[in-house]
């Protein structure tokens, strides 16, 4: 008969830092906001082009892209704010 163990519970080695910490180092990473800055412009050029061109896509939902490139872009330049109030 086997005896009963509990399973142990995974642990997040962060080296010492808190998991919010290490976040924030990654979103404020330099390549990371490049990235999102990119992504951020290629949504919105795709959105542009929804919304000026006759698609099969409704005009609400080219809306709704344009948005969200636009969103994605704002969010790089909040990145690059907090990484600068972030610097040693």
Do not use: H, Q
Request: aromatic share 10%; glycine share 10%.
């Amino acid at each position: 008969m086997a005896s009963w163990r509990p399973i142990p519970r995974p642990t997040l080695d962060c080296g010492g830092r808190d998991p919010l910490s290490e976040f924030l180092s990654f979103v404020t990473a330099r390549s990371t906001i490049i990235s999102i800055a990119i992504l951020g412009a290629i949504v919105s050029l795709i959105g542009g082009y929804l919304t000026r061109r006759p698609t099969k896509v409704s005009p609400k939902t080219a809306k709704l892209v344009l948005r969200g490139g636009y969103a994605i872009s704002w969010t790089s330049v909040a990145a690059f704010i907090v990484a600068g109030f972030m610097a040693d």
